[in-house]
């Protein structure tokens, strides 16, 4: 019983000290950048004239400094904001995946992702490509790789491809 709390408590020693020790491996770079927070796997945040971007333990940028603000998505994929309040998808590499071009992107399944952009919902996939244009009212789930979509008062089909039929 009372190996538990130490057991906790070394536990807790070691995650704080290899954040801390991982965190020096970035102060030889902190001329060039206003701020840097280490992140995980030997990279760190980095902050230079109000954008943010992500270096590894060499220096290297991986994302470059040209995004309001970055946040981790999901795998090695982060989503990015632009000063226009637009969101976009970028990857590990900093291979623009999908355009800032967004009001927002919401994480549907299957890789695909549902979008609203000048008050319009679509669908796209993780590669950016377009399925279902941002012309809809609204959208529902899908069953049987088929969706309704509604606009202005009108009901479609649309299949998983992007395909679509009007219904009567």
Do not use: H
């Amino acid at each position: 019983m009372r190996s538990y709390p130490i057991l906790i408590l070394l536990t807790l020693i070691v995650v704080l000290s290899s954040c801390k020790s991982n965190q020096p491996k970035f102060e030889k770079f902190k001329d060039k950048y206003s701020n840097i927070v280490y992140y995980k796997d030997n990279l760190a945040w980095t902050y230079k004239e109000g954008k943010v971007g992500l270096i590894n333990s060499t220096g290297s940028e991986v994302i470059k400094n040209t995004f309001d603000n970055i946040t981790p998505f999901k795998d090695d994929l982060f989503w990015t904001y632009r000063d226009n309040g637009k969101k976009g998808i970028v990857d590990i590499k900093g291979k623009v995946l999908v355009e800032n071009i967004y009001d927002n992107i919401l994480e549907y399944k299957d890789n695909l992702l549902w979008t609203y952009k000048n008050g319009g919902k679509g669908l796209i996939d993780l590669t950016g490509k377009v399925i279902i244009d941002n012309v809809y009212d609204s959208i529902s789930n899908f069953n049987n790789n088929l969706t309704k979509a509604y606009r202005d008062g009108k009901e479609f089909i649309v299949d998983i491809k992007g395909n679509i039929s009007e219904r009567n």
